[in-house]
Structure formats: C-alpha cells, structure tokens
C-alpha cells in the first residue's frame, strides 16, 4: 500500500484522515476480504519526529509534528491490529525522503528544481539537519525483499528503510547544485 496524502500545510485534518487513514483502514479490509497474506504498508520516517543530531531506528519514539506523519501512524497502528485480528502478516516500511525520476516531490526535487532554474536553495536549521534519503528503485527492492522473506516473517513487522549515512541539508544542495553546474546560491536559514 504505497498511496498517501503527501504532506501539505493547505489541506485540512479531516483530508489526511480520510486518504491516510480510512484509506488505509479500507486497503487493510479489502486485503482481509481477499485472504491475502502479507500486507506491506508504506509508511515515513516523519511519524519519529526528532531533532538534527537524532539516529531513528526501529525503536525511535513516535513524535508526529503534522496531520502527515499522525495520520502514516495511525495507518501502522492500523496494520498491527488487523494483523493482530486476522490470519494477514502485516510489514510496515518507514522510509526517509524518496526520490526518483518522475517523483515531484521531497527535499531532493525540490533543490534539482532550483537548482536547474539556477534559483536560491533556503537549507533551513541553518543546513545542519541531516537527511537521509533513499531512490525509488530501493524502495522497489525492499518491498520485492520482504516478499521473498515473507515465510520467516512474524505476524507485524516493522523496518526502517534508509542508508546508514545521511547528508547534511547543505551538503545534499551543494551535491545536486555541483552535479547540475547551477548557478545557485545557497543560503542557511
């Protein structure tokens, strides 16, 4: 289940609840209804939260800042239920910011986007928050690696998917300004 209501400071609660979570609460009904067996639910690494210097993993504290990252929680919340309840493996993947060809979306389009136009990146926390980002292939490759490990499963599992080094923001905007030859000045905020 890959479908969300992305993040966006216009819409209102009742919009990420009714994609975010009666979506994913009707996904969940309808795999139950279809006797599926392993349900694999998309979720983010926002619902942990945290400050610059935080390391997330698996058992990182659950601090959701937006109606975003409350509403991908409650969808995990969701998954371990059903898979509580019914005969369904549930797997819940936290993934950091996804980039990816045709993705027009997240930290890393935004900055190639800017950057090609050869506009001013803002890094904001002066560009000393880290992000850890993952391409969209990998994303691919994890959902198709718990499918394959699908039989040494427990009933809920939970992964964070990611790479073990993340950038620094005005690393990542240096990265992307350098690989495009943009003019594009960056600028701590």
Partial sequence: HL?????????????????NTIGTHNMLKLANLKEVKLFI????????????????NEESTISPFTY????????????????EKTPMKCVVLRYPSVFG??????????????????????????????RNVVYVKDVVKANL??????????KFDLFVIGSENSLKMA??????????????????V
């Fill in 3 to 19: 479908a969300s209501q992305q993040p966006s400071k216009q819409l209102k609660f009742q919009q990420f609840v009714k994609i």
């Fill in 41 to 56: 639910y998309s979720s983010t690494m926002r619902v942990c939260g945290g400050s610059p210097s935080t390391v997330f």
């Fill in 68 to 83: 975003y990252d409350l509403t991908k929680y409650t969808g995990e919340v969701l998954c371990k239920i059903f898979s």
């Fill in 101 to 130: 060809r045709g993705h027009k979306g997240g930290v890393v389009y935004t900055y190639w986007k800017l950057a090609k136009h050869n506009k001013p990146i803002e890094v904001f926390s002066k560009g000393e928050l880290y």
């Fill in 145 to 154: 690696l718990v499918m394959e490990k699908q039989k040494i499963l427990s």
């Fill in 171 to 188: 690393d990542l905007a240096e990265f992307i300004t350098k690989e495009l030859g943009s003019k594009s000045q960056i600028i701590p």
